[in-house]
């Protein structure tokens, strides 16, 4: 199922332990520069896939079974999270 | 403001209702929750007895500091999760629920100057409804407008919620029915269209924060023509319920 | 801190002995999308055996040339559902092997798309996997892997790549698109071989 990478904010949070949907990513095969939550993400029983809104490649995967959660970034270049505490 | 802490709580049905011929108002009591803005959504996971489970997205539709958290489900026939919770919930039952989460896809009427645009398709109003009723509340000048595609009348969510906020002159709203009218309506039925968009919703020009829920074709092909109708790409924010 | 939601059981979570451990049969044919369905008409279709010995490609029709089998299989998704009995039309690996030689161990299945998936190629041979073209009668739709997909019915269907598109042999067991991110290197539902 196609959604947003807004959709995608409870698999990543399993993970960062928070709302990261403004966090801003790069594409490392197209440079794209976005929030996080205007990827696209595909949501399905076996996990969530997130591609870049721009060259359609892999920025991450999770995966998870309730009880642990495996994330992989290797198609973001990097990702900036504002910090937790207000700063 | 600091940003609302996510987490898995246990909430207590406390109230059902139909919301429309094929949709259930859940509300359900969240102790220990921490609020919500309005737009953001939950994760809601069901446990099987043999520990299988399955877990799907819901908008919530009431927003601020309260533990009282409103959902509205609509029934996609042959589903897994939403024929069981439009059927088979009822008051007293415990669900479990991931959230508040998406911070991207809400309406901080703090934060914001601008008009505001509405875009649902079916329950994609959802968390439309939630910036409209918190902008109900509260005393912002927002200029607020919904164009709402739905099947018929009587697959209106919020119906009576969104009348009495246009009563008030909170909000424009403009329906569109796409299998069948009230009686005396203006138009035949039909889907939006880019032309209907120009026609009913804000101008490029007044530079709207313009927000679009419902099933994913309908959010792409919306989205689509707002940007080929003049608005900068980055003030539509977008969510796709799935569906195709 | 998962409890029981009262009166959930799950899609059609009927039981029946010939299924695998927590499986259960569906109706349906759920469809699990990990990105774009890709188009590919069969006349732009072509599958590719790369090895360490050269490569070979077949056009749909030199692929339909090799002979073509119907069979009858049991497909188990690692998301908990089963079909049972399902009819299938398509060439099995044996004769695509046998215009290949390799001494590698296992190979990667490629789709048009970019998805990749793993397998031992022992695992591919003996009647266990076919390019699959048709299945309960009618031609593979783009959403079910069409117009070919790779069918390994004794592993998890995730090995059971759709759109593919060619193999390459590899010395090692190299891990593929689920494969690297959290799903078993080999698969087996009767061994419930689903997260490493
Ligand atoms: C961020 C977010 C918020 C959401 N908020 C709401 C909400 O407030 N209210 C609500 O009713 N739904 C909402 N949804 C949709 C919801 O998450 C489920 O997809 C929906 O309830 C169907 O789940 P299911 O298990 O019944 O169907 P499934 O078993 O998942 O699917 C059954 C069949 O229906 C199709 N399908 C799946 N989802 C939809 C859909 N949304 N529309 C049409 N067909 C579909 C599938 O492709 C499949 O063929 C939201 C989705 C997202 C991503
Ligand atoms: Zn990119």
Request: net charge negative; with cysteine.
């Amino acid at each position: 199922m196609r959604v947003d990478g807004n959709a995608a904010t409870g698999s990543l949070a399993e993970v960062f332990g928070r709302d990261v949907s403004l966090a801003i990513t790069t594409c490392a095969h197209c440079g794209h520069e976005d929030l996080l939550a205007r990827c696209i993400a595909y949501v399905s029983a076996m996990g969530t896939v997130m591609r870049c809104a721009t060259c359609h490649e892999v920025l991450a995967v999770v995966v998870g079974d309730g009880a642990r959660f495996t994330l992989s970034l290797a198609g973001m270049r990097s990702i900036q999270v504002v910090a937790a505490e207000g700063a | 403001m600091s940003p609302r802490p996510t987490g898995w709580h246990a909430g207590t049905v406390v109230d059902i209702r139909q919301e429309t011929r094929t949709a259930k108002r859940i509300t359900l009591d969240v102790p220990g929750w921490p609020g919500n803005d309005a737009g953001s959504h939950l994760d809601l996971r069901l446990t099987a007895p043999d520990g299988y489970q399955a877990s799907r997205s819901y908008s919530i539709a009431s927003s601020g500091e309260s533990t009282r958290v409103v959902l509205a489900v609509d029934e996609v026939p042959d589903g897994e999760v939403s024929p069981f919770l439009v059927h088979d919930v009822r008051p007293g039952d415990a669900l479990e629920v991931h959230g508040p989460l998406g911070n991207y896809f809400i309406w901080d009427p703090a934060a914001s100057a601008s008009h505001v645009q509405l875009i649902a398709g079916g329950s994609g109003v959802v968390p439309l409804f939630a910036m409209a009723d918190a902008h109900g509340r509260g005393g912002d000048p927002a200029g607020f407008r919904l164009l709402y595609s739905v099947r018929t009348p009587d697959d209106r969510f919020f119906a009576a919620e969104l009348g009495e906020l246009a009563d008030r002159d909170r909000i424009d709203v403009t329906y569109r029915y796409t299998r069948s009218t009230p009686d005396g309506w203006p138009s035949p039925p039909g889907r939006v269209t880019r032309e209907l968009l120009a026609e009913t919703t804000w101008p490029a020009d007044v530079a709207p924060a313009v927000y679009v829920c419902g099933p994913t074709p309908f959010v792409e092909s919306v989205s689509d023509w707002l940007v080929e109708l003049g608005h900068e790409p980055r003030a539509v924010r977008t969510e796709r319920f799935g569906g195709g | 801190m998962s409890f029981i939601t009262r009166g959930f059981t799950g899609r059609g979570r009927e039981r029946d002995p010939a299924l695998p451990p927590g499986q259960s049969l569906v109706e349906d044919w759920p469809v699990l999308s990990a990105g774009p369905t890709p188009e590919i008409d069969t006349a732009d279709w072509e599958f590719t055996v790369v090895t360490e010995n050269g490569r070979h490609s077949w056009t749909w029709d030199e692929m339909q040339a090799l002979g073509v089998e119907d069979v009858t299989v049991d497909i188990h998704c690692v998301t908990h559902w089963s079909k049972l009995g399902m009819a299938w039309r398509g060439v099995p690996l044996d004769k695509i092997f046998e215009e290949v030689e390799t001494s590698h161990d296992y190979v990667m299945a490629h789709s048009y798309g970019g998805y990749t998936t793993n397998v031992p190629l022992d695992e591919l041979l003996d009647g266990q996997a076919w390019i699959a073209f048709e299945a309960d009668g009618e031609p593979l739709g783009a959403e079910h892997g069409g117009p070919a997909r790779l069918l390994v019915p004794h592993l998890y269907f995730w090995k059971s790549a759709k759109w593919v598109r060619g193999l390459v042999t590899m010395p090692d067991d190299d891990p593929g698109f689920w494969e690297q991110n959290g799903y078993h290197l080999h698969g087996d539902p009767w061994k419930e071989e689903r997260y490493w």
